[in-house]
């Protein structure tokens, strides 16, 4: 985190990245929570004063919303949250350009080889997956579950259906899915890159959540 700030403001660029929260798990993360960008409370800096961290207990509807599908899914544990784009951009309705979920993803690709205990990822909301499939997931080499909702702020959680579609979505991102894992009659589905080198082989699950196969099991 401290290198990230260092480096983007060596570069003039905007640095207000908030830390992961101490309360989470941190590098033993088992599941890894994707949000869009950091919200106004996650900005130390702001007239405001947020916390300086990416956390379920921030003062605001996201963070709520958030640790409320979590209690009631049983994901407290082992989770750790990260953003699509994890430096502050400005008001929520300013949104990740495609150069800042490319630079986002390459982070985010970066963070993931670093938690040796994860097996499953939830991108929430239609930036957090977009980074996710484009910029971070392909080629990544590891066997991973994606669990895909929506994000968790207001604008969503109000519209029908939606909050029980984040719940269940945590729910089965509490349970391990290694132990019962088989593609046995599953469609195993090839991707390739620009030049066609094969970069991912995955199925989805009875639930309709990805499941990528590590390479070595080819």
Do not use: C
Request: glycine share 8%.
């Amino acid at each position: 985190m401290d290198r990230l700030i260092a480096i983007r403001s060596e570069a003039g660029l905007p640095a207000e990245v908030p830390y992961t929260d101490p309360l989470d798990a941190g590098i033993e993360a088992r599941v890894l929570i994707i949000l869009e960008a950091p919200g106004p409370m996650t900005n130390a800096f702001n007239p405001v004063p947020g916390s300086g961290f990416i956390s379920s207990d921030n003062d605001d509807a996201t963070a709520e919303n958030l640790w409320r599908a979590r209690k009631q899914s049983g994901l407290i544990d082992g989770v750790l949250i990260w953003n699509a784009v994890p430096w502050y951009l400005g008001p929520t309705k300013r949104k990740p350009r495609v150069a800042e979920k490319a630079e986002g993803g390459e982070i985010l690709r970066e963070l993931t080889q670093m938690l040796p205990e994860l097996h499953t990822v939830v991108p929430l909301g239609k930036h957090a997956k977009d980074t996710w499939r484009r910029f971070a997931r392909p080629g990544l080499g590891t066997a991973m579950r994606t669990v895909e909702s929506f994000h968790s702020g207001t604008q969503a959680m109000n519209q029908p259906g939606l909050r029980d579609h984040l719940h269940a979505a945590l729910a089965r991102a509490a349970t391990d899915w290694r132990p019962l894992a088989t593609a046995e009659d599953a469609l195993i589905m090839i991707e390739l890159d620009g030049i066609g080198a094969t970069t991912n082989h995955w199925y989805e699950d009875n639930h309709g959540d990805r499941i990528d196969i590590h390479p070595r099991w080819w």
